[in-house]
């Protein structure tokens, strides 16, 4: 009998303006036990670059921690992202929402000038050194490009993201709701999701596209 594929999901908080868009989060898990396999949620044990009340649209005067917020989503299963290893795992995959680009990663104000948390960038160059598939949806894919260069990537047709993503090194492929750009070289698969203008649906198909993706090129 097949081993099940394991997954690691690196989540950014809890939240689309300053976390993990939720719908993504549950995306990815949910494709990831439909297709036969499993997971651990991770995030890294920081504070979060702001707080924003998701019902006014405006930022809250309070502080919050990434793994204690993501933990929401994990439903209290989340580990710290420096207890990350490797070998335990098949994938590693990253949802979207502002906080990878806030929290993980600081490319919402330097573009693609950002640097990337210390266990993140650990965590995406111990499986790329190990050939596993990596994952990410929505404007996750910069955190590759920033840390991987020379890949190919998707984030629908957000080209003022492109651009910063060309200046990376990586690949831009122009893609619409649902559909995935698979690097097989680096063993990267990336969709847009909620960067286009898409619903639950769409985002769903999209996020189970990349899981079976990643099923497809693990050893």
């Known amino acids: 009998m097949e081993k099940s594929k394991k997954f690691a999901v690196v989540l950014s908080g809890c939240g689309v303006f300053d976390g993990s868009e ?3 989060a549950v995306m990815t898990l949910y494709a990831i036990v439909k297709n036969g396999g499993s997971y651990d949620i991770f995030a890294p044990d920081i504070r979060q670059h702001h707080v ?5 649209h405006q930022e809250s005067n309070e502080t919050r921690n990434v793994l204690a917020e993501s933990a929401r989503i994990a439903r209290g299963k989340a580990r710290p ?4 290893d ?3 795992y098949d994938g590693l995959i990253f949802p979207g ?3 990878a680009v806030k929290n993980l ?3 919402v104000v330097k573009k693609s000038k950002c640097t990337v948390n210390k266990d993140v960038e650990q ?7 190990r050939k596993k598939p990596i994952g990410a949806c929505c404007i996750a894919p ?3 490009a920033r840390v991987l260069g020379n890949v190919k990537v998707t984030v629908g047709n957000d080209m003022s993201t492109a651009r910063a993503l060309e200046e990376m090194g990586a690949t831009h492929q122009v893609t619409s709701s649902g559909e995935v750009a698979v690097d097989e070289t680096h063993k990267v698969v990336t969709t847009s999701a909620y960067m286009l203008d898409a619903d639950i649906a769409h985002i769903a198909v999209g996020i189970e596209n990349v899981i079976i993706s990643m099923m497809n090129i693990m050893d």
């Open 52 to 56: 924003v009340d998701h019902y006014r």
């Open 81 to 84: 992202l420096s207890q990350f």
């Open 86 to 88: 490797p070998g335990k």
């Open 105 to 107: 990663c600081d490319f």
């Open 142 to 144: 910069v955190i590759l």
């Open 123 to 129: 965590a995406i160059r111990q499986m790329a050194s």
């Open 22 to 24: 939720i719908h993504e």
């Open 97 to 99: 929402g502002m906080g």
